[in-house]
């Protein structure tokens, strides 16, 4: 998956939740942590592609750093 593809999910994750907007980031990062890390993506490269605030840099970390300790339910994948 290029960056590009990552931002715009970010993006649509965002945008479409039902005002758990920092909780779809995490998910975000929770569910493409493995595809993040194997490309060295940069959380700031994500966020300027969705053309969302840096500041979410530390969100999107949280998500990564808790991928290797929760499963995503099926209805979420």
Known sequence: ???IELGNKLKEMYEGS??????MIHLFAIKYADEIRSNRY?????LQVAQMPESY????NKGIKLA??????????
């Open 18 to 23: 039902n005002g758990d907007k920092t909780a």
């Open 1 to 3: 998956m290029t960056v």
């Open 42 to 46: 940069t959380p700031k490269e994500i």
């Open 57 to 60: 840099f530390a969100e999107i």
């Open 68 to 77: 290797k300790y929760v499963d995503v339910k099926e209805k979420y994948r």
